[in-house]
Each structure stands twice: as structure tokens, then as C-alpha cells.
């Protein structure tokens, strides 16, 4: 791999900026000042520092971000900031993407990386990856919801969901706080489903993903590369 690409792919810079840093002899490979940009490394066997800071070599990065309001799921958008913005500053031009989408007034945990076959074994229909939200609603949560969305809402244009777990935290003063366990991804479906039995979502909150509870230490808008530990405990069921 060419010395210039590896560096902006670990998120040091662009490309340019790359150039300008090897030209001036900041990046050392295996001892040795290296001024060609074009340099070829082998991104597993050699070491590369970058003003005496070893450069790691990551094939993928996995990132877990606590997206606010406001913000879109998407790599890039003309009219509003997206998930990727927010992480440019850090990862360069990595080719990063967030894994499925979450609406723009809906806050919480999205993963973002590089890594196509892990996001597309996360969003396959056929694993059942659990996705589990805390809403405030509009109205009386009762057993009756409860039951009903344990047997697969149908909403309002007919779409028949796959069963939810629907447990309520509290009902007071016209407004419930419940969290919601889905395995699907269709179009505003939390607030569709709600819709579908006369209740309105007002707030809406990813806190899981396949099993990984959101950081509760990461606030709106930040984030941070996924533990070894914490990419063990995303489950994906056959």
C-alpha cells in the first residue's frame, strides 16, 4: 500500500495534508526517513511513525456514537450535518458509514464503520438483531398494548410488524415511559406502531444493538472506537 494512503486511511489527514507531512521528513518506516509519498509499505509488517508516534494499522474501525437531534443517519447530506461529519475530524477520509439509520429526531446509540460485511450481517432481516429503545408516549401504556405488540402491530397502511417487547417504566400524568425491543428497521416504525394503537412517540432514545447497551458516559454528539470486549457481546442470531 502507498505509503500517503495508509496514513489518511488511519484518519491523520488528507490525502494533500499526508503528502506535505512525508515531504518534510515527519514520517519514519522501520528507522528510516522516508520523503516519497508514493513509498510502498506493507501496512502488516512494518512500523510507521508519524512525529515519533507509531501509526497502528487498523484493517476496520468499529465506532459507537451517542447521535443527537438534528444530526442524519447518512454519509452525506447538503442541507443537514450528518453522523459522518461529526467524525471527520478524527477518521480523515476513511470511507466510513453509519450501520442502518436513525431518524433525525431520534437520539441515541448508531455504530458507524468501515467494515461492509459486519454492517451488513447487523442489518440482515434474517439475524433478528434486537434494537431496543427508551420513548416517552402520549397517553396510557396499558397490558392491552403490551399484548398487542407482543403479537405483531399492524400499522396504519396495513405493514404487519414482527412482534415487539413493549415494557412500561411509568404511566403519570397522561405521559408513559416505556422501553421498546424491535427486530426490525421499516421507516419510523417505533412511531408507527405507536400510531397504529392512537399513541403519539414524543421522545425517542436508542439505548441498545444487538445485546450492547449505549455508554451512558458519551454524551450527545460524541464518541468512540468499540472495545474488544464490547464488539464480543453484539450478538447476531442465525
Known amino acids: 500500500m502507498r505509503l500517503d494512503k495508509f496514513i489518511s486511511n488511519m484518519g491523520l489527514g488528507t490525502r494533500s495534508q499526508v503528502k506535505k507531512m512525508i515531504s518534510r521528513g515527519r514520517v519514519v518506516v522501520n528507522e528510516e526517513v522516508v520523503r516519497k509519498t508514493g513509498f510502498i509499505i506493507n501496512p502488516d509488517s512494518d512500523e510507521i511513525f508519524l512525529d515519533e508516534m507509531l501509526v497502528a494499522y487498523d484493517a476496520y ?28 475530524e478524527t477518521y480523515g477520509n476513511r470511507k466510513l458509514f453509519p450501520v442502518g439509520r436513525l431518524d433525525i429526531d431520534t437520539e441515541g446509540m448508531i455504530l458507524i464503520t468501515d467494515d461492509g460485511k459486519w454492517s451488513h450481517d447487523l442489518m440482515s432481516p434474517k439475524k433478528h438483531v434486537k434494537k431496543k429503545y427508551f420513548a416517552h408516549v402520549a397517553g396510557r401504556v396499558t397490558e392491552k398494548e403490551i399484548d398487542l405488540f407482543k403479537s405483531g402491530v399492524t400499522l396504519t397502511d396495513e405493514t404487519l410488524c414482527l412482534p415487539g417487547e413493549l415494557e412500561i417504566i411509568s404511566v403519570e400524568d397522561g405521559l408513559s415511559k416505556v422501553y421498546l425491543t424491535i427486530t426490525e428497521g421499516k421507516f419510523h ?13 414524543t421522545y425517542l432514545k436508542r439505548i441498545e444493538i444487538a445485546g450492547l447497551a449505549l455508554d451512558e458516559t458519551i454524551e450527545l454528539g460524541d464518541y468512540r472506537e468499540l472495545t474488544e470486549e464490547e464488539m464480543e457481546k453484539i450478538k447476531l442470531e442465525d
Not at 416504525?189 to 412517540?201: I, L, P, T, W
Request: proline share 2%; net charge negative; charged share 30%.
Open 189 to 201: 416504525q417505533v412511531k408507527r406502531m405507536f400510531e397504529a394503537v392512537d399513541m403519539e412517540v
Open 61 to 88: 474501525v468499529y465506532i459507537v456514537m451517542n447521535k443527537p437531534i438534528d444530526v442524519i443517519s447518512a454519509t452525506n447530506d447538503t442541507r443537514h450535518e450528518t453522523v459522518i461529519d461529526l467524525v471527520k
